[in-house]
Each structure stands twice: as structure tokens, then as C-alpha cells.
């Protein structure tokens, strides 16, 4: 997530990219209607016609669960990521469109990116009970995207900027971190309102910004857009660091948090030139791929 955040549950536009980090997800299908899954979390086994979810493969259980009526066999699926889910970054969004890909595979139904967004947006409803689908968009499409998600509309920008990701080593369940900032928007609509909408304003600033490589104004916004954040309260002591301490480098020119908020990570629009910061740095770069089927 680069610009939006929350706004985008509200109606307003969000700014959000794919990074050059996979999730692989092997199917294979069995003569019995067995559904095993193993990953980095472990291994499970549960039953096509009964399935049980776990809170480890819930979005893999659930996308299984719904589409179970396509599915003519059980199956062993692996699946495989070159990154930590602890990071965050959208890794459940990526895991479903991954899963949902396969599923569609398996059942010899048409690849149709918009058919599996829309299927696995449902996943991801029926899990976290919210959420805007922006980080499944750019799971599915790939590249930077202007994304709305009501009325939805996705839009591809051509191009990237240099970008650089820290962890800040925190995570709070996005769900719980929506229910945070809804809870303080019922009390206060009109104020958050006017918030969102400068969030949303942000977001065709930087995305014109993108488009003509102006990094310097690109950087400003990020940095207007983390004192939103910080309204709407989803930043914290760490983050507040680590966002100052980012800013102070040459090669950077403004940073702000990335998703939820409350943990996860820091962006800053820039490479670092200088020693570097005591935080781990995610060497990241954005992708134009999205979901591929081999």
C-alpha cells in the first residue's frame, strides 16, 4: 500500500503496487477427496465434503470451502514464499489470489483476472469481515494501481519510482486495526471524512506525480500522507521514528507508513545513499507481474 489507506474502505481512491516477492502455490490433484496443505506454517490435512479451517490456512481453507462445488477431486497443494508473512505486505491478499488461481486451474476454468479478483475478494470478506481489495488488485494485476473500490475501478500506471521498505519488526492483525479507526470515525464522520478526502486528493497528486518522475513532490505527499495516518491514529512511537529518522537521509524525500498501520513496515520514496538505519531494510523493487499460471 503506498497512499489511502482506510480512505479506501470509504470510497476514496488508494494508490497501492506489486513488489518482486512470490508466493507459489503447487496443486496436485488426488484420487480421493483428501485436501492436504503444507507451507512454511506446517502441514494439514482436512476433507473436501467437511472442511475444518484453522486460523493458519484460513484464507486457503475458505477459498477452498467456497469454490468446494467446482472441485470434482481432493488434492495436495504446496505452497511456497520467498518471504516472511510476519512482513505483512499484503501476503494474505497474495496467498488467496494464488490459491484462487490455482483452484480455478485445477478446475479447468477459464483465467480471467477480474473473474478471480472478484472470487477472492469474497475470501477475503468472509475472513477479516472487511477490507478494500487493494492489496488483492495489485496481487492480481500487477505494476502501480490506481484502485477504487466503490465504485471499483482499477486503473495501471505505467511506470515506478525508486522506493525503499524497513521493517519496523511489529505487526498488528489488519482487521483489528480497521476496527480501531472505525470505531474513532462513528465518533467523529465529518472530521475523518474531510481526512479521507485529502488522502484522496493525494492520490491523483501522486500518481500524476509518478507519471512525470517527480520524485521530490512524489516524497512530500508521502510525508503529508503520514501525518494523515497519524489522525487517524494507526502510527506510533517506532513508526514515528523510523519515518523522521528515514526523512534525515539524502536519498530520500519523504516516506510515510505502508498499510493498516499500527506495525508493519515504512516507505520512503528513495534509495538510502548514506550507512543505512538500525531497522532491516527489505531490498524491494515493484513488479508489472501479477498472477501467472504455469
Avoid at 205 to 230: C, H, P, V
Wanted: charged share 20%; glycine share 10%; net charge negative.
Amino acid at each position: 500500500m503506498l497512499l489511502g489507506e482506510h480512505a479506501v474502505l470509504h470510497g476514496r481512491k488508494a494508490l497501492v503496487g506489486a513488489v518482486n516477492r512470490r508466493i507459489a502455490v503447487t496443486c496436485k490433484a488426488r484420487k480421493d477427496s483428501k485436501i492436504h496443505l503444507t507451507s512454511a506454517l506446517g502441514e494439514y490435512s482436512t476433507w473436501l465434503d467437511n472442511i475444518e479451517i484453522i486460523p493458519a490456512f484460513r484464507f486457503v481453507l475458505t477459498a477452498l470451502q467456497q469454490e468446494q462445488e467446482h472441485l470434482s477431486c481432493g488434492m495436495d497443494m504446496q505452497i511456497e514464499a520467498d518471504f516472511s508473512a510476519d512482513l505483512g505486505l499484503g501476503s494474505s491478499a497474495a496467498v488467496t489470489a494464488a490459491v484462487m488461481g490455482a483452484i480455478f486451474n485445477l478446475s479447468r476454468r477459464k483465467i480471467k483476472p477480474d473473474k478471480v479478483f472478484d472470487t477472492a475478494m469474497q475470501t477475503i470478506q468472509a475472513v477479516q469481515g472487511a477490507g478494500s481489495g487493494a492489496d488483492l488488485a495489485a496481487s492480481v494485476y500487477g505494476g502501480i494501481l490506481c484502485y477504487q473500490k466503490e465504485p471499483q475501478s482499477v486503473k495501471k500506471i505505467g511506470t515506478d519510482f525508486p522506493l525503499t521498505v524497513i521493517n519496523s519488526g511489529s505487526k498488528l492483525a489488519t482487521a483489528k486495526v480497521i476496527g480501531i479507526v472505525e470505531e474513532k470515525y462513528n465518533r467523529s464522520p465529518e472530521l475523518f471524512s474531510g481526512i479521507y478526502d485529502l488522502m484522496d486528493k493525494s492520490v491523483t497528486a501522486a500518481t500524476e506525480a509518478i507519471e512525470r518522475a517527480d520524485y521530490k513532490y512524489l516524497g512530500e505527499l508521502f510525508s503529508i500522507n503520514q501525518g494523515l495516518m497519524d489522525a487517524i491514529g494507526v502510527s506510533n512511537y517506532l513508526l514515528a521514528e523510523i519515518n523522521y529518522r528515514l526523512r534525515t537521509e539524502p536519498g530520500i524525500t519523504g516516506s510515510k507508513i505502508s498499510g493498516s498501520g499500527l506495525g508493519d513496515c515504512v516507505i520512503g520514496v528513495g534509495k538510502l545513499t548514506g550507512a543505512g538505519v538500525p531497522w532491516q531494510v527489505l531490498p524491494l523493487e515493484f513488479s508489472e507481474t501479477g498472477l501467472s499460471i504455469d
